[in-house]
């Protein structure tokens, strides 16, 4: 351990910190990047004993409304015969368990292939999914045929990087040391060449967020639906226009603390930036359909005909799937902090669960 660096997991405090004390400070995003994946890779972190709970982990409802939004899709394409239901992040496996059990009901069988970085958590997903084929990340997802993909709450694990306003220029946010404890400071040179327009019009302390890698993973996925055909269903808090801020925030058993406290120990997160990913889509000639509100998309998909359908077969589950059922769609649980955003090849037909003319 290095001097003073405290941590309940201490070979990411270590590795951070002895960078740090090597180097010099580094980004943000580095700093994120490091922190998360020791994260993943030491724990599973889902689940009321874990440090936070998906949608997916509350009730089966949600991978289900997931698949007959997939197989809906699939079937009005014409169901073609080749095709890949590709998984980002997929945690235990039980949104694609869920979803994939709802599709082969509508006939729709594809081959599954994950992307996840997580040794603990791949273990877990094998267990539900024997056959799935996995991937460190994106660029060995197969290329001969659709792809229907899923990120829920995956691009708000990928890292960020903060511009902070200070005497008319932006400078990049640094994580340094000071003695026991990892501090963010801008660093001394602007970063012109990193951000595109002026810091003058902003307050000194303005904080702008962006995504490099959700930017190359959204660009990267954009350019194989726009080739291959099929969707990507973007599910995550975040927002939908630009905007100004930190987001980043770190939650460990179900507690919020200091990004800054516990790296690898905590998990660390940042809202997404539908914009820029909606944006990106555009540019490779897709459809973008949302984001919405998670509440709205699941009560348009028939989360409520489908409650009511588990209450009739289990009325002594009754209170659980009604629980369930607000946890997933109230406005002040998940319903509406959460938006679905989906981008769909321009041959493609429209998805359900959005409404046009709104926006
Ligand atoms: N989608 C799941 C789990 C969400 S937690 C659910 O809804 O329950 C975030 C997931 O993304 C985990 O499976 C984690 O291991 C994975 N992950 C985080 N960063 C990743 C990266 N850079 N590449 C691939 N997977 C990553």
């Given at each position: 351990m290095p001097d003073g660096i405290k941590a309940d997991h201490p070979t990411a405090a270590h590795i951070i910190a002895d960078k740090i004390d090597r180097e010099g400070p580094i980004s943000l995003g580095e700093y994120m990047a490091i922190a998360n994946a020791h994260y993943y890779a030491s724990k599973d972190?889902?689940?009321?004993?874990?440090d936070f709970v998906t949608a997916p982990e509350i009730s089966q409802m949600f991978g289900e409304i997931v698949g007959i939004w997939l197989a809906d899709l699939w079937l009005r394409k014409g169901s073609p015969g080749h095709c890949h239901y590709v998984e980002l992040g997929?945690?235990?496996g039980t949104l694609a368990h869920d979803a994939l059990r709802s599709m082969g009901k509508f006939g729709c069988r594809p081959e599954v292939h994950f992307v996840e970085t997580s040794p603990v958590l791949k273990t877990r997903q094998a267990q539900l999914h024997p056959e799935a084929i996995w991937h460190d990340d994106i660029s060995t997802l197969p290329d001969d045929g659709p792809l229907l993909i899923v990120a829920n709450e995956f691009f708000d694990a990928l890292p960020v990087e903060q511009y902070v306003a200070t005497s008319g220029s932006w400078r990049r946010q640094m994580v340094a040391r000071d003695r026991s404890k990892f501090v963010a400071t801008p660093s001394i040179e602007t970063a012109a060449d990193q951000i595109?327009?002026?810091?003058?019009g902003f307050p000194d302390g303005t904080i702008l967020e962006r995504s490099p890698v959700s930017v190359e993973v959204a660009g990267d996925l954009g350019n194989r639906l726009a080739k291959q055909g099929g969707t990507l269903l973007i599910i995550d808090y975040g927002y939908a226009r630009p905007g100004t801020g930190s987001t980043l925030q770190a939650v460990k058993d179900h507690m919020p603390i200091s990004p800054f406290d516990c790296p690898g120990a905590s998990d660390l997160t940042a809202h997404v930036d539908f914009h820029t990913l909606a944006n990106i889509a555009r540019t490779r000639m897709l459809s973008v359909h949302g984001p919405t509100q998670q509440g709205q998309w699941l009560k348009s998909l028939g989360i409520d005909q489908r409650a009511a359908a588990l209450i009739a077969a289990s009325p002594k589950q009754a209170d659980a799937i009604r629980a369930a059922h607000q946890r997933l769609t109230h406005p002040e649980e998940m319903g509406c902090l959460f938006q679905v955003m989906a981008t769909t090849a321009i041959d493609w037909p429209q998805p359900e669960g959005f409404s046009y003319g709104e926006e």
């Amino acid at each position: 351990m290095p001097d003073g660096i405290k941590a309940d997991h201490p070979t990411a405090a270590h590795i951070i910190a002895d960078k740090i004390d090597r180097e010099g400070p580094i980004s943000l995003g580095e700093y994120m990047a490091i922190a998360n994946a020791h994260y993943y890779a030491s724990k599973d972190p889902l689940g009321e004993e874990g440090d936070f709970v998906t949608a997916p982990e509350i009730s089966q409802m949600f991978g289900e409304i997931v698949g007959i939004w997939l197989a809906d899709l699939w079937l009005r394409k014409g169901s073609p015969g080749h095709c890949h239901y590709v998984e980002l992040g997929p945690g235990r496996g039980t949104l694609a368990h869920d979803a994939l059990r709802s599709m082969g009901k509508f006939g729709c069988r594809p081959e599954v292939h994950f992307v996840e970085t997580s040794p603990v958590l791949k273990t877990r997903q094998a267990q539900l999914h024997p056959e799935a084929i996995w991937h460190d990340d994106i660029s060995t997802l197969p290329d001969d045929g659709p792809l229907l993909i899923v990120a829920n709450e995956f691009f708000d694990a990928l890292p960020v990087e903060q511009y902070v306003a200070t005497s008319g220029s932006w400078r990049r946010q640094m994580v340094a040391r000071d003695r026991s404890k990892f501090v963010a400071t801008p660093s001394i040179e602007t970063a012109a060449d990193q951000i595109s327009g002026s810091a003058s019009g902003f307050p000194d302390g303005t904080i702008l967020e962006r995504s490099p890698v959700s930017v190359e993973v959204a660009g990267d996925l954009g350019n194989r639906l726009a080739k291959q055909g099929g969707t990507l269903l973007i599910i995550d808090y975040g927002y939908a226009r630009p905007g100004t801020g930190s987001t980043l925030q770190a939650v460990k058993d179900h507690m919020p603390i200091s990004p800054f406290d516990c790296p690898g120990a905590s998990d660390l997160t940042a809202h997404v930036d539908f914009h820029t990913l909606a944006n990106i889509a555009r540019t490779r000639m897709l459809s973008v359909h949302g984001p919405t509100q998670q509440g709205q998309w699941l009560k348009s998909l028939g989360i409520d005909q489908r409650a009511a359908a588990l209450i009739a077969a289990s009325p002594k589950q009754a209170d659980a799937i009604r629980a369930a059922h607000q946890r997933l769609t109230h406005p002040e649980e998940m319903g509406c902090l959460f938006q679905v955003m989906a981008t769909t090849a321009i041959d493609w037909p429209q998805p359900e669960g959005f409404s046009y003319g709104e926006e």
